[in-house]
């Protein structure tokens, strides 16, 4: 783009074409604001935080790290893809290699935009914003081209209605299958279909990750399915 500095007009025409190609414009940074971290951090408390822990460092072998990532921060559009329609297959970050599976997240553009900006700005990364037009744009060219798409192929299905004398009652929703059940105290131990076991609290729904699969056990669906 400052191939352009000649004229005033050459800057205007570049960026005019730029942007009618591209959400990305080539060599601008989008502003980043404080409102638009917050929201994202929030977001990241709520979306991520269950596999990439509270300051962004993963968990070693299993979730890569989102804290200082090479991978995260050396293409942003990869990265926006990643949410809209998820992200599975080896991966090498900050020199480890991942071969994991991340479901899509379901967040609309607003909100990839700012958990993105919020991950892009945290964490010891030194990005810029991500804006509603970038992640629409990635999204458009995804898996599930809309929101809306990725909505309906998410949806849980109703819950059956209770038999006589008995209530039910949503507690959680596992980011993975559950094969297997078995009962502490006060909690619910779930067995997923990789091998995760997750401990879900039913009186307020909290649900923590006690064991990644891949941390005990090689995936093997004939000992878990
Ligand atoms: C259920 C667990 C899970 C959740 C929830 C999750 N991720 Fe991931 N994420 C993963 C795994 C596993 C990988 C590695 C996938 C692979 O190996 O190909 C990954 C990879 C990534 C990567 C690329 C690798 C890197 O470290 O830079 C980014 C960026 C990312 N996740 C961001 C997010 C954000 C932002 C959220 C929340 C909006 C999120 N993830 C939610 C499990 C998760």
Redesign the pocket.
Known sequence: MHLCLKSRTGILVTFALASAASAFAAESTNRISSQQVSRGKL??LQ??V???QASGQ?AAG?????AK?D??MADKER?IR??VEG?????T?NGRN??????P?V?NDAQVAD??TF?RTTFGNNGDAVTVAEAKQVRSTSRFRTYEALLKASAYPPLPKAPPGFSVREVARL??HGTRLATEPNALLVLGERGDIWRVEPKNGQITQLLPGNSYCAPNRAHLG
């Open positions: 977001l990241y979306h991520c269950i596999c990439h993963g299993t979730f890569p790290p989102l990532s991978f995260l990265s990643a949410l992200l599975s297959g080896p991966i970050v991942y071969d994991g599976a991340m479901p997240v967040l958990v993105l991950v980011p993975a």
